[in-house]
């Protein structure tokens, strides 16, 4: 069993920065790979990055990629997501995701546990 809780969301005008922070409980955090998924109101969760258990691969969705960067620490059992030059467009309920295979998925059908969401919005 791992229990997520995200942190770090907020109101930011658009080209701003936030990281976000997903903290993990259970001995296990390091055998799962971690993704990131966001849900705007009226659409469907969408995939945003993932990464493997080691950190030593990672996956973004294009609409994202060069600005946003995935990475873990599981020492301190969490992932963090650096979100640069967001845009209004970025404003949604992230979410972190763990998953026990040793593949990184971007379906989110494909992740075990999830955390309860932090607000992101991106004024213009």
């Known amino acids: 069993q791992v229990h997520l809780v995200e942190s770090g969301g907020g109101l930011v005008q658009a080209g701003d920065s936030l990281r976000l922070s997903c903290a993990a409980s259970?001995?296990?955090?390091?055998?799962?790979?971690m993704g990131w998924f966001r849900q705007a109101p009226g659409k469907e969760r969408e995939f945003v990055a993932a990464?493997?258990?080691?950190?030593?691969?990672?996956n973004y969705a294009d609409s994202v990629k060069g600005r946003f960067t995935i990475s873990r620490d599981n020492a301190k059992n969490t992932v963090y997501l650096q979100m640069n030059s967001l845009k209004p467009e970025d404003t949604a309920v992230y979410y972190c995701?763990?998953?026990?295979?040793?593949?990184?998925?971007?379906?989110?059908?494909?992740?075990?546990?999830w955390g309860q969401g932090t607000q992101v919005t991106v004024s213009s």
């Open positions: 990464i493997s258990w080691s950190g030593g691969t990672t």
């Open positions: 259970g001995r296990t955090f390091s055998s799962y790979a």
């Open positions: 995701a763990a998953d026990r295979s040793s593949v990184i998925a971007t379906i989110p059908i494909a992740y075990d546990y």
